[in-house]
């Protein structure tokens, strides 16, 4: 089945060091986001990749930086987890251009808590 | 800020009442997208509404965009303990439609 996987499932790292989360797709979709979500709150964006353009949001930490090599691949990297960093980390895809006119399909996520 | 936020935020109901939440948009939206997210899991899609005033069902769920294309409503027949969850309203603002600007949620406890 075509599909949007994370990994890992649950990540701990320390306070201060460097961590990725690794997103993958079958769905060959354009589009692929990355959310941080934390208890009880909607989905926040963080960025998204249209193909290789990367579109930051204004309010996302300059800590939080992306990579995507190649359609499939997408990576979240967090140069120095702070407490306030442990959350739900959500990759999604989407068909594109304008990935907001079509449904979002999204991973089982990455649950990160910093030590 | 441009926003969207859903009313209410949790609802508890008896097996079988019925369950309707709102979602605003402080601006016109694109789309409107709803989501279904179970505890402990990932959001899913639901449903996509494109014209202003729509109206769509699936089995006892009913989804209506409003005419201003602002606002939505979710509203849930005889709710069954399958239903628990939280439920996003998600759109594109009409001036940017590149990325969805998820509602606050509603939490939806169904209690046998």
């Known amino acids: 089945d075509a599909m949007v996987i994370q990994n890992p499932r649950y990540q701990v790292t320390q306070f201060g060091k460097p961590v990725t989360l690794s997103c993958s797709q079958t769905l060959n979709h354009n589009v692929m986001y990355w959310y941080q979500q934390k208890s009880s709150q909607a989905p926040k964006l963080l960025f998204h990749y249209y193909d290789k353009d990367f579109n930051n949001e204004a309010d996302t930490p300059d800590n939080f930086q992306s990579r995507r090599p190649n359609t499939s691949f997408c990576f979240l990297d967090i140069r120095s987890p702070g407490l306030g960093d442990a959350a739900m980390y959500l990759c999604?895809?989407?068909?594109?251009?304008?990935?907001?006119?079509?449904?979002?399909?999204f991973g089982d996520g990455t649950r990160l808590s910093i030590l | 800020g441009q926003q969207v936020m859903q009313i209410p935020q949790y609802q508890h109901v008896q097996e079988g009442e019925d369950f309707t939440t709102y979602c605003n948009s402080s601006?016109?939206?694109?789309?409107i997208q709803w989501y279904k997210q179970r505890p402990g899991g990932h959001p899913v899609f639901l449903i996509q509404?494109?014209?202003?005033?729509e109206v769509k069902k699936q089995k006892r769920l009913t989804f209506q965009f409003g005419e201003a294309k602002k606002n939505s409503s979710l509203h849930i027949t005889a709710t069954q303990t399958t239903d628990v969850g939280t439920y996003f309203c998600?759109?594109?603002?009409?001036?940017?439609?590149?990325?969805?600007?998820f509602g606050t949620g509603t939490r939806l406890q169904v209690f046998p």
């Open positions: 999604a895809t989407s068909r594109g251009p304008m990935g907001g006119n079509q449904p979002q399909h």
């Open positions: 998600a759109g594109p603002f009409l001036h940017n439609t590149d990325k969805l600007i």
């Open positions: 601006t016109t939206l694109s789309n």
């Open positions: 509404l494109v014209k202003s005033g």
